[in-house]
């Protein structure tokens, strides 16, 4: 049974009098253990799927399932246990006036999680940060830095699924494999579900085994990393977006 | 000493006691690099001196009327600010009128602002029929003036220094809660925000913890400006018989009374006009620095 279904999942909002139809119908299944990304332009309603996870965007129609188990609206604690996001922009998603202490400890406390001190320092640890960082604040961070910290946090409540919304498109090249190496760690040694959305298939082709290519709200091909390598994609749309990033497939 | 010093500033604290001190130390070095913060504080300092310390400050009996000494300008032997129209020594009423200045802005700045920052983030960050409600509601207390709307709570509640610090309180939050909605509304969508809900927080946790600290500084800014229109409004209060009764030294009560004499006695009206006006001017200061200070994204190296 897949760990993450979601069937049939369309969202739709009013903007400035318009109906704006972000995501129409789309279907997946991941698996647990499994690595999955969604890819498309922008606009094409990927990260929107994430925020329908969590319930930061309303549903409109179809219904999205963890572990077989319809979510519940609000999504409640249980479910912020077993799923937690990762912020595209890490400027914007660690709050500017607490520490990175704070920041880290403020789950556990939500959660009434005790021997925080140890967990917190464990957690810049598993990241990659020094011990002496716990007490700066996020303007004292790079980008990098500060998307380790936004991936500390996500996982301080040891959740089994990871929503990574394009969580490497705001740092530069370097920055960029560090941070997916990172990724790709901590998914091995924690046996993390990741959901990963991205505008490059260079990001999705070295971190996920299967992929969705979606275009204006719909889904549009979903191919298996194999058939991505190979070029075995049977949609224009598709081989548009394979061209664009092959050259880097290639080097990585 | 030396050894505290680096205590406090060591890059890698070990304790969140250690860091949070460490952090008030680096926030203090900020403030002290603020010149204009420093003659606030030093202001406010030297106001606080003051009214702990009337009795030896004073010169004379604040209540002491002595009618063959009436009126005296500023410099006579005694007296060097002055008498008013009872012989009661100026420097006196001033020295002890502090008291009650400092009495009646510390109550209302410990309650109008946090009402209003309660109110103004709760209507931010529900929106929809919470946010219609309560801001009709300050609508409403914004409508009114304030002075009027203070006068007629004093009316109901009898006069008295506690009724009018009441009263000023209840006319101030509007203005605190537009305030505090305003950056609600920048601050509720944004990321850090969406990421603490994911994490299960409650309302309570997230307005109190997350939204209320971005909104401080610029209701602190506005809190300081206030003060000195606090401080006159409780002297209206009191010049229309509503707010602290004569004799007691209030300075606002003291301009009220010399303005009959403003024109061949400037120095009974403007003394305790002077001390007001240093006294706003310190609170001011002091809260552009504080401002500062309260930003950690303004510490520079």
Same mark, same amino acid.
């Given at each position: 049974m897949a760990l993450i279904e979601v069937e049939n999942l369309s969202v739709h909002y009013g903007a400035k009098g318009q109906l704006v139809r972000a995501v129409e119908g789309v279907s997946l299944r991941v698996d647990a253990r499994e690595s999955y990304g969604l890819v498309g332009e922008s606009g094409s309603g990927k990260s929107t799927i994430l925020r329908a996870i969590c319930g930061l965007a309303p549903m409109t129609a179809g219904q999205i399932r963890i572990g077989g188990q319809p979510v519940p609206t609000p999504r409640g604690r249980a479910f912020s246990r077993r799923v937690q996001m990762v912020?595209?922009?890490?400027?914007?998603?660690?709050?500017?006036?607490?520490?990175?202490?704070?920041?880290?400890?403020?789950?556990?406390?939500?959660?009434?999680?005790?021997?925080?001190?140890?967990?917190?320092?464990?957690?810049?640890?598993?990241?990659?940060?020094?011990?002496?960082?716990?007490?700066?604040?996020?303007?004292?961070?790079?980008?990098?830095?500060?998307?380790?910290?936004?991936?500390?946090?996500?996982?301080?409540?040891?959740?089994?699924?990871?929503?990574?919304?394009?969580?490497?498109?705001?740092?530069?090249?370097?920055?960029?494999?560090?941070?997916?190496?990172?990724?790709?760690?901590l998914r091995a040694e924690r046996g993390l579900t990741?959901?990963?959305?991205?505008?490059?298939?260079?990001?999705?082709?070295?971190?996920?085994?299967?992929?969705?290519?979606?275009?204006?709200?719909?889904?549009?091909?979903?191919?298996?990393?194999?058939?991505?390598?190979g070029a075995q994609m049977t949609t224009d749309y598709a081989r548009t977006l394979f061209d664009a990033s092959a050259d880097r497939m290639l080097g990585a | 000493?030396?050894?505290?010093?680096?205590?406090?500033?060591?890059?890698?604290?070990?304790?969140?006691?250690?860091?949070?001190?460490?952090?008030?130390?680096?926030?203090?070095?900020?403030?002290?690099?603020?010149?204009?913060?420093?003659?606030?504080?030093?202001?406010?300092?030297?106001?606080?001196?003051?009214?702990?310390?009337?009795?030896w400050v004073a010169t004379h009996d604040p209540l002491a009327q002595n009618l063959s000494q009436r009126l005296l300008p500023p410099g006579t032997p005694g007296h060097w600010l002055g008498t008013d129209d009872f012989g009661r020594d100026i420097w006196s009423r001033i020295a002890y009128g502090s008291r009650i200045t400092l009495y009646i802005v510390t109550l209302v700045a410990v309650t109008a602002p946090v009402l209003g920052l309660l109110i103004g983030t709760v209507a931010g960050y529900?929106?929809?029929?919470?946010?219609?409600?309560?801001?009709? @509601?300050?609508?409403?207390? #914004?409508?009114?003036?304030?002075? &009027? /709307?203070?006068? $007629?709570?004093?009316?109901? *509640? =009898?006069? +008295?220094?506690?009724?009018?610090?009441?009263?000023?309180?209840?006319?101030?939050?509007p203005p605190y809660a537009r305030v505090a909605r305003a950056e609600t509304l920048t601050v509720r969508?944004?990321?850090?925000?969406?990421?603490?809900?994911?994490?299960?927080?409650?309302?309570?946790?997230?307005?109190?913890?997350?939204?209320?600290?971005?909104?401080?500084?610029?209701? @602190?800014?506005?809190?300081? #400006?206030?003060?000195?229109?606090? &401080? /006159?409004?409780? $002297?209206?209060?009191?010049? *229309? =018989?509503? +707010?602290?009764?004569?004799?007691?030294?209030?300075?606002?009560l003291m301009i009220s009374s010399g303005r009959k004499f403003l024109f061949e006695q400037w120095w009974v009206a403007t003394m305790p006009g002077l001390a007001i006006f240093i006294v706003s001017l310190g609170f001011n200061l002091l809260g552009d620095g504080l401002r500062d200070v309260l930003d950690p994204r303004s510490s520079g190296k």
């Open positions: 912020f595209q922009d890490p400027y914007a998603s660690l709050h500017p006036r607490h520490t990175l202490d704070r920041t880290l400890s403020e789950p556990l406390a939500i959660h009434g999680i005790g021997g925080s001190d140890a967990r917190v320092v464990k957690a810049l640890e598993d990241v990659g940060l020094p011990a002496n960082f716990r007490f700066r604040y996020p303007h004292q961070l790079s980008g990098g830095q500060r998307q380790r910290v936004a991936i500390a946090r996500a996982l301080m409540l040891e959740p089994e699924i990871l929503l990574l919304d394009e969580p490497t498109s705001a740092l530069d090249a370097s920055v960029q494999a560090e941070t997916l190496n990172l990724l790709n760690r990741f959901l990963m959305v991205s505008h490059d298939l260079a990001v999705i082709d070295h971190m996920c085994d299967r992929v969705l290519v979606m275009q204006h709200g719909r889904a549009v091909e979903e191919l298996t990393r194999d058939q991505l390598a | 000493m030396a050894t505290m010093t680096e205590w406090l500033r060591d890059p890698s604290p070990a304790s969140r006691t250690q860091a949070r001190l460490g952090q008030s130390y680096l926030a203090w070095l900020r403030m002290r690099r603020n010149p204009l913060a420093m003659v606030g504080l030093f202001i406010i300092l030297v106001l606080l001196f003051v009214a702990a310390f009337a009795p529900f929106g929809g029929w919470v946010d219609q409600v309560l801001m009709r @509601i300050t609508d409403i207390f #914004l409508a009114f003036p304030r002075l &009027i /709307l203070a006068l $007629a709570l004093v009316a109901v *509640l =009898g006069p +008295g220094i506690e009724n009018a610090v009441l009263a000023i309180a209840l006319t101030a939050w969508t944004s990321d850090y925000i969406a990421a603490v809900r994911l994490q299960g927080a409650g309302a309570g946790r997230i307005i109190w913890g997350h939204v209320m600290p971005m909104c401080l500084p610029s209701v @602190i800014i506005r809190v300081t #400006l206030d003060m000195a229109g606090v &401080i /006159l409004i409780a $002297a209206g209060l009191g010049f *229309l =018989g509503l +707010g602290v009764q004569p004799p007691t030294p209030e300075w606002g």
